[in-house]
Nanobody, 125 residues
């Protein structure tokens, strides 16, 4: 399984970006697919996820109401629409997938077996 993340870049405060994560080698439709981020000197943190292909999305409190995770099973892809960006959103964003994870572990990066390479998001003030 390979995950390819793209769409990062530079945005101004209040701006927006859309990240994409495309999978190859296995279908996303039944996977738990999450977005995480890691800022310099900080631990990797959960951003958003779908659990096991379900329609319910889950978000970190820090992004709720601003970020939206979506999926296109035909394209085997997951997206993260990021609106109203803030400087504290600056980080490397990574997509991850796992087919065995349980719900209580969905926000834990160590539970995911497959990772994309990360894409840099920089928000200027």
């Amino acid at each position: 399984v390979q995950l390819q993340a793209s769409g990062g870049g530079l945005a101004q405060t209040g701006g927006y970006l859309r990240l994409s994560c495309a999978a190859s080698g296995r279908t996303f439709s039944r996977a738990t697919v999450g977005w995480f981020r890691q800022a310099p000197g900080k631990e990797r943190e959960f951003v958003a996820a779908f659990f096991r292909g379900g329609g319910t999305s889950y978000y970190a409190d820090s992004v709720k109401g601003r970020f939206t995770i979506s999926r296109d099973n035909d394209k085997n892809s997951v997206y993260l629409q990021m609106n109203d960006l803030k400087p504290e959103d600056t980080a490397v964003y990574l997509c991850a997938a796992d087919w065995q994870i349980i719900m209580s572990s969905m926000r834990l990066s160590r539970e995911y077996d497959y990772w994309g390479q990360g894409t840099q998001v920089t928000v200027s003030s």
